[in-house]
């Protein structure tokens, strides 16, 4: 009975060695590559809390290289090109810097859509996975959200309607807001977010298109004494979107239970919590603002309407655009609108 006893013994050992070598196996390196400032609101509050999340929910199986700043090489509109080639394993980016690329996830960018980033970044979801999910086929996406409202800061010149922006030079960052900014009659001049310093410095740019948070990584309370926003019963200027996509063979080897971790790290309710975290930070960043004795105006209804009449017209180019391309462009902006209505605070 002993002797079988530890024949069968020996025989779980040597069943469950394979099983406790393949546990034994599981944890996996994850790289995560942004262009965002290590100092940044995003990279401290939305990046690095989400990967110490998934983490923790993984029990340590999963672990994070996290790379800001483009420090492994490369261009900000090469970042989702770079998750999609297996170069990283998960990159946080714009679609909207590869002009064109991604078209219909322009909608979002168009000029006077949204409200607040929370509800516009649910919608942005839903929208994705109804409308243009085989646009980001090439990855598996985690998150699709947009930042809070975006205003104009300048360095000398104080804008208070679109007369003030006539000749001014303002940084867009996608081409959805390149384009408005140039039918508010500013000469628009695209460029990505890290470059922002140095043409605020040089006088490459007069003054540039962003949300309140981001305004405290680059130094633009530093370079711009100007602040002009839109009031809060009014739609926003613009925002941007911004999607965060996973390499699809790395996610597909995966063992199941750590694509469990993953999935419920992604979608709807992570997309709505990084817009929200964004514009939590608003307040904050335009506080320091005014600290500095910097301008910050709200322009006034009647400004406000000068604005969105000038603006219209990039919607009816975009819904071309569309339709040129195969698309309903009607639809496409009809239901991101509804989409947004649907899940806004304010409607």
């Not at 546990?23 to 290590?38: D, G, N, W």
């Not at 970042?79 to 078209?103: E, H, K, N």
């Not at 941007?240 to 996509?245: A, C, D, E, K, L």
């Amino acid at each position: 009975m002993q002797r079988r006893s530890l024949l069968k013994s020996g025989a779980a050992i040597a069943l469950g060695a394979p099983a406790l070598h393949g546990f034994a196996q599981e944890t996996v390196t994850l790289k995560f590559h942004t262009f965002m400032s290590p100092a940044s609101n995003v990279w401290l509050y939305i990046h690095k809390a989400w990967m110490d999340k998934v983490e923790k929910d993984s029990n340590g199986r999963i672990k994070f290289e996290a790379y800001p700043a483009m420090q492994l090489g490369g261009t900000p509109p090469n970042l989702y090109d770079q998750a999609r080639d297996g170069v990283v394993d998960i990159s946080w980016t714009l679609p909207g810097l590869t002009g064109g690329r991604f078209p219909r996830a322009e909608v979002f960018e168009l000029p006077f859509m949204m409200k607040d980033a929370e509800g516009t970044s649910r919608a942005a979801w839903e929208f994705y996975t109804t409308m243009m999910r085989d646009e980001f086929q090439d990855t598996r996406v985690l998150a699709f959200h947009t930042h809070g409202r975006g205003l104009l800061h300048t360095r000398s010149k104080l804008v208070k309607s679109p007369a003030d922006l006539r000749g001014v030079k303002m940084r867009g960052p996608t081409r959805m807001a390149t384009r408005l900014l140039g039918h508010a009659g500013a000469i628009p001049v695209g460029m990505p977010l890290p470059a922002i310093p140095d043409a605020l410095s040089k006088g490459t740019v007069d003054g540039v298109a962003l949300p309140w948070e981001v305004t405290t990584s680059v130094k633009v309370l530093e370079l711009c004494k100007y602040h002009s926003e839109f009031p809060d019963s009014s739609p926003a200027l613009y925002t941007s979107v911004f999607v965060m996509s996973m390499n699809k063979p790395k996610y597909e080897s995966l063992p199941p239970d750590l694509k469990k971790v993953i999935d419920a790290n992604s979608g709807a309710d992570v997309s709505a919590w990084m817009g929200k975290v964004q514009q939590d930070y608003d307040p904050i960043a335009r506080k320091q603002a005014i600290e500095r004795g910097n301008v910050v105006h709200t322009i006034g209804p009647a400004e406000t309407a000068q604005f969105q009449k000038l603006t219209s017209s990039v919607d009816e180019e975009w819904v071309a655009d569309m339709n040129k391309k195969g698309f309903d462009g009607k639809k496409l902006l009809a239901t991101a609108k509804s989409l947004i209505t649907k899940y806004s605070k304010n409607g």
